[in-house]
């Protein structure tokens, strides 16, 4: 059985626990569940035929109190940055972050997840912003974790990807 780290990165308050809980549990709260330091969850899945035991590491938002430390990204087969489409500052955040996994975990897979996408009179992105990263090769999901829209394709999608980097 393959084992593969995922850190979950994102601003506070994106959905980033949410998510997690909408993957492993199929459930949905909408009480807010601030992390503190890290939470590891795992999920047993099979993809292909291939038998995979996801770690999951919910990290704490990262903002002006909170950075994300450089000792959780490491050994991660990938991550996913996570975006608050109500909130235009959590895209910013997103691209730091990225940035500072790139430089610790190097060229291994990643998904921006664009969660709260149920909220769409909300919506406060900018869309040309969207369009030049998916332009520089990055994958963007409208998610709902309330809904669960796109949460296991998700999930799937960047397994698969991690299993194909070990090839």
């Not at 991660?76 to 610790?104: N, P």
């Not at 809904?147 to 296991?152: A, I, P, Q, S, W």
């Amino acid at each position: 059985m393959l084992q593969k780290k995922i850190c979950m990165l994102g601003s506070y308050g994106v959905g980033k626990t949410s998510l997690i809980s909408r993957f492993i549990h199929r459930i949905f709260s909408d009480k807010y569940q601030s992390t503190i330091g890290v939470k590891v969850n795992r999920k047993q899945m099979k993809l292909d035929g291939v038998d995979v035991n996801i770690l999951l590491w919910d990290l704490h938002g990262d903002d002006e109190y909170q950075r994300v430390r450089s000792s959780y990204l490491r050994g991660t087969a990938g991550y996913i940055l996570v975006v608050d489409s109500t909130r235009g500052s959590s895209l910013e955040v997103a691209i730091d972050l990225q940035q500072l996994a790139s430089d610790i975990a190097g060229d291994v897979p990643f998904l921006t997840l664009i969660n709260k996408c149920d909220l769409s009179d909300e919506w406060n992105l900018d869309i040309n912003q969207l369009k030049r990263l998916e332009d520089l090769g990055w994958i963007l999901h409208q998610t709902s974790a309330k809904t669960g829209k796109l949460v296991n394709e998700s999930f799937e999608l960047l397994t698969r990807k991690m299993i194909a980097a070990d090839a």
